[in-house]
């Protein structure tokens, strides 16, 4: 790495403009050269004028010579290239200064900064909208069952069932909102989550045969609503079993819950 290059990094070591690897190679250079000590100096007090007076919309002219004929590789003598060297900075300076005014360095710098942070922002609000989707089916599906269950109770002919926990699950609690012709909705609460692979299943019994009502299962909570489908006749009791979770067609496993005859 020739010193031209440390010489054009000053002015952006200066405004803190140089990447990580960029400053750490330049600080590692500058611990030992008084030459880019001392115009870091120059170039600090630079861009200090510069921020005091403000930024110039366009470079002094002698500024923009210097700039011109270090463009052209004009070798200028080495004594007198300490003030065209310090010229040209303040032209740099001018610039970059402008450019932050700007916007664009600006906009790169927290661009690169916090792409990484924005990546991880943007990720959470997805996860969080589609945990507030899933939310929001849930409620839905819960507001469509109540307002069923008011609906049903509008009809004088529907009866309110108590369910009692049996066999495993002794606490659990059940009712259920029924309509003869019209089927119904079973609540119930303080329910284990059925293990994996089974569910719960309904049964709505007439003349002592059980008829199959579908599966569900409960929340974490333990509670679950869930339609009932008219029985076949008039039904003397309501259970609910542990099945395989698609259901089966007769009731194989313990009873969970069951209606008081
Ligand atoms: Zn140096």
Request: charged content about 20%; overall charge neutral.
């Amino acid at each position: 790495m020739s010193h031209e290059t440390f010489d054009d990094q000053v002015a952006a070591y200066a405004l803190d403009a140089l990447d990580a690897g960029e400053r750490a190679a330049f600080e590692a250079h500058l611990a030992g050269c008084t030459r880019c000590e001392s115009t870091l100096r120059e170039s600090r007090e630079a861009l200090a004028a510069v921020v005091l007076e403000g930024p110039a919309a366009v470079p002094p002219p002698d500024v923009k010579a210097a700039l011109m004929r270090r463009v052209a590789g004009d070798a200028t003598p080495v004594h007198r290239r300490t003030d065209t060297r310090r010229l040209w900075l303040r032209g740099v300076l001018v610039a970059a200064a402008a450019m932050v005014v700007g916007g664009f360095l600006t906009g790169m710098f927290v661009a690169a900064r916090y792409e990484a942070e924005l990546g991880r922002v943007a990720r959470e609000t997805s996860r969080l909208r589609e945990d507030l989707a899933r939310q929001e089916a849930a409620l839905q599906t819960r507001v469509a069952a109540y307002q069923a269950i008011v609906d049903l109770l509008r009809d004088p002919a529907t009866r309110v069932i108590a369910m009692r926990g049996a066999g495993p699950s002794p606490t659990a609690e059940g009712r259920v909102v029924w309509h003869e012709t019209a089927g119904g909705q079973v609540l119930v609460a303080k329910l284990p989550p059925a293990p994996a692979g089974k569910a719960y299943e309904m049964w709505t019994i007439a003349g002592g045969k059980p008829t199959a009502a579908g599966v569900f299962q409960v929340d974490e909570s333990g509670q679950a609503i869930h339609r009932v489908p008219p029985g076949r006749g008039p039904v003397d009791v309501f259970a609910i079993t542990l099945e395989p979770a698609p259901g089966v067609p007769a009731p194989t496993g313990p009873i969970v819950l069951a209606s008081t005859k």
